[in-house]
């Protein structure tokens, strides 16, 4: 729907309330909203919240600008290099990749960094936490830090954890491993959270000012 001049997606469901989202890694307006409540209403229920949605989307930009600035210093990438490697500087949105962002040297970089860390890692954490992934692998990921599929034992992290603090990789990949004892994220997997890594949720709180790119 167009609301305001904004583009709105409206996802209907059996719900009694209206549920609003600004979503990155765009700033994308979602609308969850009652099977049969009139379109009017989603309308009014947006109009009413323009300042807010405003807000929000200058927070997921402020955060990609900070996101980017750090993997730019962690792969020793600067302004040049970005002219280089065909990033437009007017619109930072579109890479030689296609990718928000991204280079094909930062690309690489990620994951040189990722392949170097992991065999420690996973040496000092699956012995702890006494599971192993049958397999894990990088790839961009526009909307999470890392998966886990417990039935097959596979992790997935995201490129981007490669050019950023080694402690958050370390977080993402205690975090998933646990995942192969808890599927979920109820107290089961909390309790077991709490015994490997005591500071996890501090650093889920660090980890997440920064944008999913």
């Keep these: 729907m167009r609301i305001g001049g904004m583009t709105v ?9 209206m549920y609003l989202r600004v979503q990155p890694p765009n700033g994308t307006i979602q609308v969850t909203a009652p099977m049969r409540i009139p379109t009017e209403r989603i309308e ?9 949605i405003h807000a ?3 927070t997921i930009q402020r955060m990609q600008h900070d996101t980017m600035r750090l993997m730019r210093e962690m792969s020793g990438n600067g302004q040049s290099d970005r002219q ?8 930072p949105s579109h890479s030689a990749t296609g990718v928000a962002g991204w280079t094909d040297d930062m690309r690489q ?10 065999p420690a ?14 397999r894990i692998t990088f790839r961009i990921m526009h909307s999470r830090w890392g998966s886990c599929t ?3 034992g596979r992790i997935r992290l995201n490129l981007q954890l490669g050019l950023m603090e080694p402690r958050f990789l370390e977080y993402v990949l205690v975090h998933e491993l646990t995942h192969l004892w808890a599927g979920g994220h109820g107290s089961r ?3 077991l959270m709490d015994r490997f890594l005591p500071d996890w949720r501090t650093m889920r709180r660090e980890l997440n000012r920064y944008a999913v790119l």
């Design 84 to 91: 280089k490697s065909g990033v437009d500087t007017a619109n």
């Design 9 to 17: 997606t409206v996802i209907r469901k059996p719900i009694r309330n």
């Design 44 to 52: 009014t229920f947006v109009g009413e919240r323009v300042a807010w």
């Design 189 to 191: 997997f909390q309790q």
């Design 150 to 152: 417990p039935a097959t």
């Design 121 to 134: 890692l996973l040496d000092h954490w699956t012995r702890i936490i006494g599971r192993s992934p049958t």
């Design 109 to 118: 970089q990620a994951k040189q960094s990722l392949e170097r860390q992991l």
């Design 56 to 58: 929000q989307q200058r």
